[in-house]
């Protein structure tokens, strides 16, 4: 069975840290970037991260650049997001994604008509 499983997530007070792990099951997941988007209530999925299955290049929507880090080990098979200095912004249902296209710059935000498999999404809230 083709699949994304995430890991992580949770409350955590402003300012506070979490990391996000993806875990891809029945298919190779180097075969395809990874991208993490996140849905706020009311509102549309966004695209906040991506890297690249060819060279690692990464991509940063400007909401969370310098604050979150994208990265993936192929060995395990698993993409992760590093999130720091959270903020009340950031309280959403976070998705990973897994895509051949997927894709993003300060041009073209990642987009979830690039999106193969999605993960279960996982929620973050912020809160003291």
């Known amino acids: 069975q083709v699949q994304l499983v995430q890991s992580g997530g949770g409350l955590v007070q402003p300012g506070g840290s979490l990391r996000l792990s993806c875990a891809a099951s029945?298919?190779?997941?180097?075969?395809?970037?990874i991208g993490w988007f996140r849905q706020a209530p009311g509102k549309e999925r966004e695209g906040i991260s991506c890297?690249?299955?060819?060279?690692?290049?990464?991509y940063y929507a400007a909401s969370v650049k310098g604050r979150f880090t994208i990265s993936r080990d192929n060995a395990k098979n698993t993409g992760y997001l590093q999130m720091n200095s959270l903020n009340a912004a950031g309280r959403a249902v976070y998705y990973c994604?897994?895509?051949?296209?997927?894709?993003?710059?300060?041009?073209?935000?990642?987009?979830?008509?690039?999106?193969?498999?999605w993960g279960q999404g996982t929620q973050v809230t912020i809160s003291s």
């Open positions: 890297i690249s299955r060819i060279d690692g290049a990464t």
């Open positions: 994604a897994a895509g051949e296209a997927l894709y993003g710059d300060s041009d073209y935000p990642a987009s979830t008509d690039d999106v193969q498999t």
């Open positions: 029945g298919f190779r997941l180097d075969y395809y970037a």
